[in-house]
């Protein structure tokens, strides 16, 4: 909508919703190993991807403006790319993020926890893996800690989960058939709760929100986590 894209014909919003759930959709052969847990009402990189060629042949080939996809999806990326406000949110929000966590005064908070952490990490981790496979935290087991410790906000609500989640994992070459890209590792999780820290937008030292935020994750989740696990 910012960058000027729907129209009242060929790409409204009720359009663009029906291709955010045709780009979501994975199909199954024999050959195509199934994903893992991913973030509910998301988009993977490449089904990101998707969207925009669906987007771009809706607003633009189907219109006649142009004569294939190609020039659809260039057209559709000039759009999007003179929107400097779309281009400065992109930016900057995971720049801020990450300029703000890698400091002493957050890495001195994460050490203090790091024991307890690991252990809520394990314990909280793995339910929907595999048999015998790595344990590895996916995005609803990263929502239900952050909802067991009671921290969303006005400004933080629970529907921002995913994204803190997003903001928290690295970047992986193969979306498509690496699971990793899914789940979440322990320091990936370590970013993830420093992400939800972030997004609580407090106004004060990002360490000063991580420090409650922490405490509230290690009362609630630890003794949750044990009791799963021997039950």
Do not use: W
């Not at 219109?63 to 559709?76: H, I, R």
């Not at 908070?109 to 990490?121: A, G, N, P, Q």
């Not at 921290?151 to 699971?179: K, N």
Request: aromatic share 10%; with cysteine.
């Amino acid at each position: 909508s910012a960058a000027g894209i729907v129209d009242d014909r060929y790409c409204r919003l009720a359009d663009l919703d029906t291709m955010f759930i045709a780009a979501r959709v994975r199909e199954k052969t024999p050959g195509m190993r199934p994903f893992a847990v991913k973030a509910s009402d998301t988009l993977l990189r490449f089904q990101f991807l998707e969207l925009l060629l669906r987007v771009a042949m809706a607003r633009y080939a189907k219109t006649g403006e142009v004569a294939n996809a190609a020039m659809a999806v260039e057209k559709l990326f000039d759009k999007l790319l003179s929107s400097s406000e779309i281009v400065q949110r992109g930016n900057k929000e995971l720049k801020n993020f990450l300029q703000l966590f890698h400091t002493e005064s957050c890495d001195a908070v994460l050490k203090s926890h790091e024991s307890l952490l690991r252990s809520i990490y394990g314990c909280n981790s793995g339910r929907f893996d595999a048999p015998g496979s790595e344990r590895q935290m996916s995005a609803k087991e990263f929502e239900d800690v952050l909802a067991d410790a009671d921290a969303f906000t006005e400004v933080f609500p629970q529907r921002e989960a995913m994204y803190a989640f997003a903001l928290g994992l690295q970047l992986y070459p193969d979306e498509l058939y690496d699971v990793s890209s899914t789940k979440m590792s322990f320091l990936e999780f370590l970013h993830g709760l420093g992400a939800a820290a972030y997004l609580r937008r407090e106004g004060v030292p990002l360490a000063a929100t991580l420090e409650p935020l922490l405490a509230r994750v290690a009362s609630s989740r630890l003794l949750t986590g044990m009791l799963r696990m021997l039950a």
